[in-house]
């Protein structure tokens, strides 16, 4: 199937202007450049949950787990358990992340597995036509709160990095290199690489106008220190209208989980015998 | 002696679990096939424990209302079950804690004499009772030696106390053979999966199967298995299923609380053609219910558990043996049809103890079916005759692999068409016609006994005790074993016409018999018990004869 490129025959279904698109080029640049790096695309696997950032499991030939809504990162985290060498990327939503599946999220970061996680982050449900998510502003009208939320969102770059993420960044879908390269630096990271990217929802909820005038790239700033990155992650909440950094906020080194997985197996005729053994021991 | 049965009781945290082990491990030591029940309520410390340790020279697995000797570390175990002893039995007590017309053995004085701390008491009981009944020190001393590792010396001096203190009441024979391996329910089903190819076990811990997450933790070294206990089990349902992805033989484990959270999981599996194995011990009622008592609860909700149609395999073993065997088998058929596969346990099959006897039919061999060269390009969902395609895992060289949770075509794409989505449910239930063809090789219906009066229907860890029963009224026992796709053929032959048939249920809405019923069998009455305990031998006569005079 792949002979026939990265990008798979379905036919694409997002709207038009939709900020998935960004996405998606920038994540077949980084792959492509992996690919003439040496990386090898047959063990690459995409991960998704279910929403439209999730169709990029369509999109592509690449191996794929079009999984459940909120439940990308544990299905994810079994790959991992099952072969430590894939190189697995979460594509994931806002809602589906940050709402339905937030505990997986988090736990993934706890224990630092050696996978990649892009959360589409439009702040709405696009899929189910425009109701709040979790990082929504304070506020939003969206189909089920007519009114107005009455919850502050969170802010998942400070969750990640009190969580214990390796690697936390945030990307902009208008800037198209940084992205391609965060996304590259992800990949390759051993551990948890975990990018919010900030997209608009071309049907629900638009704020790029306030995107292009308040995102901003910090200079001389420390990314192995947590206290520095923490404290950049506060320079915005998901709310108000301040200055927002992007980038790459933090990135450490610590043990990887699935590390323990890696060792060999005994052959069946040796299984039957330790069955055996432990059978006779109980006699 | 042919069938006899010791209770020993305590308060929780007393170590009766253990206590009751050892008793069992002396007993098999002797030859004897062993069960062994074991009653505690959901708490640490406090509350009333009891194990009842079962001996016979027949092959057993059900105990007995009855017991021969009672060994009692306080004064509640003699008032709850004085009344259970059989006359002549001899009573076995703690002096210092209780009075008692039997054999009083002074443990707080031991214990301070020794210096022993206060878990070896039920030391002190298990030496009286050795002594009791005609066992060898030598034998006991073995056992403790090996079933504690740690605290050897103490425990063993605690035990020759009470051996000492002690006094012949009954004979038990000469070991006539070598005991069977004993084992709970929970080490079978365990066991069983590794033997079926188990790589990876994956479970967050509920009562009755934190005991086989706990087993297969410990010797995960010994076999190179992969043991997960993730945040819950949402995550260890779709774990599973990613593992599966990457080629790992994958089983869950939990109850029904934990099920209802794997149940969005399941039916992803289904849908994605994803093979996992779940271990579902029930435990009784809604919700939280009691944790640590058992049910038969869930069998329609094993059945049927997600939205939409989709094949599946669910097995309800009776024993420690049959659990070996179809754990194993369960594995194997899961892969061979990419399918989830349900192995039924309960309470009283997961952590009762048992005499294994490992079935002298082979194991099946079967096949799995990898990609070909005529696979390329490679397609996860192609279509075949049998519904099967070829399964790559993740990592494939030159395939891409598409596992996908939406309807799909046979690449994996997603997929809205009409005669796609009719064609993709057919699939998947022609998977379920394979399968039953497949499960025609097995004994999927177990019977015993001759008489045409009476058939007793049952499922499950009930496969005992209604054979003990069947036995005392002269009646037929007809057991299926697989429970979804249900064995109609295979039952109704081995059912034929009974004058009567009467469904003995471990629930209180006779799930079985509402299948059987569908299937247009008659059903004459139905035995149910849903207080959370397994019927005793003596109890399911007295109910049995109650509806079938
Ligand atoms: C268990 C479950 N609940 C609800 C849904 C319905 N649902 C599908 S997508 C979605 C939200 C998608 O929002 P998000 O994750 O932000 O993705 P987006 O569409 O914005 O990319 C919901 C609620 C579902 N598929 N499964
Ligand atoms: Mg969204």
């Not at chain 1, 290199?177 to 992800?186: G, S, T, V």
């Not at chain 2, 029940?37 to 020279?57: C, E, M, Q, V, W």
């Not at chain 2, 076995?92 to 804690?97: N, R």
Request: proline letters at 5%.
């Amino acid at each position: 199937m792949r002979e026939e490129g990265l990008i798979s025959r379905a036919q694409n279904t997002w709207c038009p202007g939709c900020g998935n698109f960004a996405i998606q080029h920038a994540f077949k640049n980084a792959i492509l450049e992996l690919g003439s790096e040496g990386l090898s695309l047959d063990e690459v696997v995409l991960v998704t949950g279910i929403g439209c950032h999730a169709k990029m499991a369509d999109y592509f030939n690449l191996n794929s787990v079009y999984a459940i809504h909120g439940r990308a990162v544990p299905a994810a985290a079994g790959l991992k358990i099952a072969d430590p060498n894939l190189k697995v990327i979460c594509c994931v939503g806002d809602g589906d992340a940050y709402a339905e599946g937030l505990d997986h999220l988090l736990f993934a970061a706890k224990r630092n597995m050696d996978m990649t996680i892009i959360v589409h982050n439009n702040r709405v449900y696009g899929l189910t036509t425009g109701q709040y998510t979790p990082t929504s502003p304070l506020g939003f009208r969206g189909k089920s709160t007519p009114t107005g939320t009455a919850e502050p969102p969170f802010n998942p770059i400070a969750l990640m990095l009190n969580a214990g993420a390796s690697f936390v960044a945030r990307g902009y879908t208008r800037r198209q290199d940084q992205l391609r390269w965060m996304i590259k630096e992800a990949i390759m990271h051993r551990g948890l690489s975990f990018i919010d990217v900030l997209q608009i929802c071309a049907t629900f909820f638009d704020p790029h106008e306030v995107y292009d005038r308040m995102v901003y790239e910090p200079e001389g700033h420390d990314r192995s220190s947590i206290e520095s990155a923490m404290r950049l992650a506060s320079e915005w909440d998901y709310n108000s209208e301040s200055r927002i950094p992007i980038g790459l906020f933090f990135q450490g080194e610590r043990p990887v989980f699935e590390d323990r997985f890696r060792g060999v197996r005994p052959d069946i005729p040796s299984r039957e015998n330790k069955i055996g053994m432990f059978l006779e021991g109980r006699r | 002696m042919e069938d006899f049965s010791v209770l020993i009781g305590g308060r929780a945290g007393e170590g009766l679990n253990r206590a009751g082990q050892i008793i069992a491990r002396l007993l098999n030591a002797h030859g004897y096939h062993i069960y062994m029940y074991y009653d505690y309520p959901s708490l640490i410390r406090g509350g009333h424990n009891f194990s009842i340790i079962r001996a016979a020279t027949h092959s057993i697995g059900a105990h007995r209302t009855h017991v021969d000797v009672l060994l009692a570390l306080n004064r509640e175990t003699l008032i709850l079950h004085s009344g259970r002893l059989r006359e002549g039995g001899a009573i076995i007590y703690d002096s210092d804690a209780a009075k008692a017309d039997g054999i009083g053995i002074p443990l707080s004085k031991i214990l301070k004499e020794e210096g022993a701390p206060p878990i070896t008491r039920n030391s002190g009981l298990i030496g009286a009772f050795a002594r009791a009944a005609g066992i060898q020190w030598e034998v006991l001393e073995r056992i403790i030696k090996k079933e504690f590792p740690k605290g050897t010396e103490i425990n063993l001096k605690v035990a020759r106390r009470g051996f000492d203190a002690s006094e012949q009441k009954l004979r038990i024979d000469r070991p006539s053979m070598k005991g069977l391996p004993l084992v709970s329910g929970n080490e079978a089903i365990g066991l069983g999966l590794l033997r079926g190819g188990l790589t990876s076990y994956i479970a967050y811990p509920m009562t009755p199967t934190s005991s086989l997450l706990h087993f297969l933790a410990e010797v995960e070294g010994d076999f190179g298995l992969k043991v997960v206990h993730p945040e819950n089990e949402i995550a260890v349902m779709l774990m599973a299923i990613g593992a599966a992805c990457g080629g790992e033989k994958v089983a869950v484990g939990t109850s029904g609380g934990g099920f209802c959270l794997m149940t969005e999981g399941l039916g992803f599996a289904g849908m994605a053609e994803c093979p996992v194995v779940i271990v579902l011990g029930q435990r009784t009622g809604p919700s939280t219910g009691l944790p640590t008592y058992t049910s038969q609860g869930d069998l329609l909700f094993a059945r049927h558990a997600s939205q939409g149609e989709f094949s599946r395999l669910v097995t309800a073993p009776a024993d420690a043996s049959e659990a070996f065997f179809w754990s194993s088998e369960s594995l194997r058929l899961a892969w061979r049809f990419q399918i989830p596969a349900i192995i039924l346990s309960d309470k009283t099959l997961s952590e009762g103890y048992y005499s294994l006897m490992v079935h002298s039919r082979e194991q099946s061999s079967v096949e799995e079916s990898g990609p070909g060269n005529e696979d390329r390009p490679y397609r996860r969902y192609r279509f075949t005759d049998s519904g099967v395609s070829p399964m790559a895992k993740m990592p494939t060289r030159g395939a891409v692999v598409k596992v996908n949770s939406y309807y799909h075509d046979e690449d994996g794409i997603t997929t809205e068409d009409a005669a796609m989505t009719a064609s993709m449910q057919e699939k998947l239930l022609r998977k379920g016609e394979a399968l039953s063809k497949e499960l025609g090789k097995y004994e999927t219906v177990w019977t015993h006994g001759r008489g045409e009066d009476l058939a007793l229907v049952c499922w499950g860890s009930n496969g005992p005790v209604c054979q003990e029963t069947a036995d005392i009224l002269g009646a037929r026992v007809v057991r299926p074993i697989v429970l979804h796709p249900f064995p109609e053929e295979a039952f109704g032959r081995a059912l034929g016409s009974p004058a009567a048939t009467v469904v003995v249920e471990q629930n209180a809405t006779a799930q079985l018999s509402s299948i059987l019923k569908g299937f247009g069998h008659r059903v004459d009455a139905t035995v149910l018990k849903y207080d959370g305990r397994p019927f005793s031998v003596e109890e399911l006569a007295t109910r049995v004869q109650e509806v079938h005079a």
